[in-house]
T-cell receptor, first 115, second 115 residues
């Protein structure tokens, strides 16, 4: 099946710094990718929809200036958490739509810890 | 508004027991899709099943079975003869899109299967 990768798989950063998370579709082109956040022992919440070549669409309550999303190519979307704070610590999961079979595939997730 | 409720937060069973995970959904759409995902401790989401709103046939896949009832807006998941490897968090999700885009997740049910 199609594979979506995320890098890094885990990251620890200091409060106030920025961290970038990459989401790649390895064997298919993805015009649409999604970014989800999952707090410990909680459900996944959609943060934003990332469309190649256009601005991301953010869900209500998600700060677009804090969570910068760039979908610069058909195989790569990046999420940058700017000026990270401890409350941004979470598990971030991306997914990508393969328009061929019209299926969504999830990445393995990135665990962010802000100290 | 769309909503998915998984009332069971945690379930603990002994190996070989059968267990049913409940899922109740709310939507005003006449066309929608229901999903179940498994999230083992590693964090990666594993797709289990997709069911569209026009297909109420129950499905069986090995030890897994799903019971979809539109009359009660439920999409329950049963594991027969549970195994330790079934231990995970299971999420029920709803989407108006076949590709699972913009998924609305339930809060998940943590299943622990003890030997």
């Amino acid at each position: 099946g199609a594979v979506v990768s995320q890098h890094p798989s885990w990251v620890i950063c200091k409060s106030g710094t920025s961290v970038k998370i990459e989401c790649r579709s390895l064997d298919f082109q993805a015009t649409t990718m999604f970014w989800y956040r999952q707090f410990p022992k909680q459900s996944l919440m959609l943060m934003a929809t990332s469309n190649e070549g256009s601005k991301a669409t953010y869900e209500q309550g998600v700060e677009k200036d804090k969570f910068l999303i760039n979908h610069a190519s058909l195989t790569l979307s990046t999420l940058t958490v700017t000026s990270a704070h401890p409350e941004d610590s979470s598990f971030y999961i991306c997914s990508a739509i393969d328009r061929g079979p019209y299926e969504q595939y999830f990445g393995p997730g990135t665990r962010l810890t802000v100290t | 508004a769309q909503k998915v409720t998984q009332a069971q937060t945690e379930i603990s069973v002994v190996e070989k027991e059968d267990v049913t995970l409940d899922c109740v959904y709310e939507t005003r759409d006449t066309t929608y899709y229901l999903f179940w995902y498994k999230q083992p401790p590693s964090g990666e989401l594993v797709f289990l099943i997709r069911r569209n709103s026009f297909d109420e046939q129950n499905e069986i896949s090995g030890r897994y079975s799903w019971n979809f009832q539109k009359s009660t807006s439920s999409f329950n998941f049963t594991i027969t003869a549970s195994q330790v490897v079934d231990s995970a968090v299971y999420f029920c999700a709803l989407s108006e899109d076949r590709s699972q885009g913009n998924l609305i997740f339930g809060k998940g049910t943590k299943l622990s299967v003890k030997p």
